[in-house]
């Protein structure tokens, strides 16, 4: 693992000085390592590939992973509705509806901007351990969910579903789903991305979580929250 750093801003008077912190994967580095300090992919740049960026991420502690009284009530809606099959990306690739949900979810949600196809066939290149999640209905493709899928973690990095579904909390109960099938398969973490700003706090119903403080984990939520709640005003 090779640290990089960028510098981002200062206040010289104060004598604080910003640095954004990146690790770029090497020849016998272990995934895992990289997201237990901090790390999270990074894919904003096609052509960057094996490169992590230190962030606010959150990750739920699989073992102690239970649902809450909200988490069971958006799985009452879901559970036991659709299909569910796990691809490898070689296999997705062979399903051209899967590439199509992302590109039209993120286009339609997020602005095109955000995933273009460029960028979206880049992640699918990535040296990370990746696979799809795949739920349908009666054959028809309904959500898809792209994770990082190590021995002992997984990553929930993209989601995407049919958009009829957008007030109806799916995109909630395919995280819940996703961190309920690793913790069956006996991982030990299961890391959720990002938590910036009030919308970001729906992550917080799944429980036990922490986040990564700059330099270790914390369960304080309270702290989490008020962090959040402070970069939206």
Same mark, same amino acid.
């Given at each position: 693992?090779?640290?990089?750093? #960028? ?26 390592? %990289? ?52 691809? #490898? ?30 960028? %979206? ?9 990746? *696979? ?6 009666? +054959? ?8 990082? #899928? ?10 995407? =579903? ?11 109960? /395919? ?13 030990? =973490? =299961?890391?959720?991305?990002?938590? =910036? ?11 036990? /979580? ?7 984990? #914390? ?9 959040? *709640?402070? +970069?939206?005003?």
């Amino acid at each position: 693992m090779k640290i990089v750093r #960028s510098e981002f801003g200062h206040e010289y008077q104060t004598y604080r000085f910003g640095y954004c912190e990146y690790a770029t994967l090497e020849t016998h580095d272990s995934v895992a390592d %990289f997201y237990k300090k901090g790390f999270l992919p990074y894919s904003n740049d096609p052509k960057v590939q094996g490169v992590f960026y230190m962030a606010r991420s959150a990750r739920v502690a699989l073992p102690y992973f239970e649902f809450s009284s909200e988490n069971r009530r958006i799985r009452k809606h879901f559970d036991n509705i659709f299909s569910f099959r796990s691809l #490898s990306i070689s296999e997705a690739k062979k399903d051209p509806r899967i590439r199509r949900l992302f590109l039209h979810y993120f286009k339609e949600r997020h602005g095109k901007e955000v995933m273009p196809a460029e960028r %979206f066939d880049a992640i699918l290149a990535s040296p990370l351990p990746l *696979r799809i999640l795949v739920y349908e209905k009666e +054959e028809n493709l309904v959500a898809a969910a792209l994770e990082v #899928s190590g021995k002992t973690f997984g990553h929930f990095w993209f989601s995407a =579903y049919d958009l009829s579904f957008v007030q109806q909390s799916l995109g909630m109960w /395919l995280m819940l789903d996703a961190a309920r099938r690793a913790k069956s398969d006996g991982r030990d =973490y =299961y890391y959720i991305g990002t938590v =910036y700003g009030k919308k970001a706090l729906y992550k917080t119903n799944l429980q036990p /979580l922490e986040f990564w403080n700059g330099s270790s984990w #914390s369960t304080d939520l309270a702290q989490l929250k008020k962090l959040a *709640r402070a +970069e939206s005003k």
